[in-house]
């Protein structure tokens, strides 16, 4: 079993749609969780961070975290052409010596049409 | 603030050839990682520095990768000799204090 799960899609949706991207994990120790964005042929970029459970929010993302379930979520309202990318969930423990040591899930692929 | 770089951003190799890849990362960020990212895949680290020295290689097949960073600044990750399975683009990212990682463009890597 995975660390991290996370759906590959691909997902299409229209312009405007509100996005859902889900990530699953079985590993309790992960305590910080992050989704990025890759566009294609560059290297990921931070969208969202988060530590504690609950919804975190930022212009259109939202990040939720369950820990109790351990899932999370990342919502984007009224979604644009331009965040036609593939997202990736991220998650690392708190200390020892994998400190730092981010865990992807494999990415979902998203295709926002006008 | 100048991103993470990587040189070169392609590369075409046989297979039991040998390749390098180049990072430079942002000024000031002790920390830096490889990952390899498989098409269809996310990033899996293959080695963390903290400066000069290495945390973290536990998913580095040591028998043909190798990586250095020399004087804590720029480093460099080696396959000799690379196989097919290879074939994935190669990212280093950095980070201050083990806060947001900042990733650079890659390096594509394609074994025939």
């Known amino acids: 079993q995975k660390e991290v799960e996370q759906d590959p899609g691909p997902l299409s949706v229209p312009e405007g749609a509100i996005v859902s991207l889900n990530c699953t994990y079985s590993?309790?120790?992960?305590?910080?969780f992050m989704w990025y964005r890759q566009y294609s042929r560059k290297g990921p970029e931070l969208l969202m961070y988060?530590?504690?459970?609950g919804n975190k929010e930022d212009g259109r993302f939202t990040a939720q975290v369950d820990k109790s379930s351990k899932y999370i979520s990342l919502f984007i309202r009224d979604s644009q052409p331009s965040d036609s990318a593939t997202y990736l969930c991220a998650m690392k423990d708190a200390g020892g010596t994998s400190y730092g040591k981010l865990t992807f899930g494999q990415g979902t692929i998203l295709t926002v049409h006008p | 603030e100048a991103g993470v770089a990587q040189s070169p951003r392609y590369k075409i190799i046989e297979k039991r050839q040998s390749v390098a890849f180049w990072c430079n990362p942002i000024?000031?960020?002790?920390?830096l990682y490889w990952y390899q990212q498989i098409l269809g895949q996310g990033p899996k680290l293959l080695i963390q520095f903290q400066n000069n020295g290495v945390v973290d290689d536990s998913q580095l097949p040591k028998d043909r990768f190798s990586a250095e960073r020399l004087k804590g600044v720029d480093s460099t990750l080696k396959i000799q000799p690379a196989k097919l399975e290879d074939s994935a683009v190669y990212l280093c990212?950095?980070?201050?204090?083990?806060?947001?990682?900042?990733f650079g463009p890659g390096t594509r890597l394609t074994v025939t």
């Open positions: 990212a950095s980070t201050y204090g083990g806060s947001e990682q900042y």
């Open positions: 988060t530590y504690s459970s």
């Open positions: 590993n309790s120790a992960f305590q910080y």
């Open positions: 000024s000031g960020h002790a920390t």
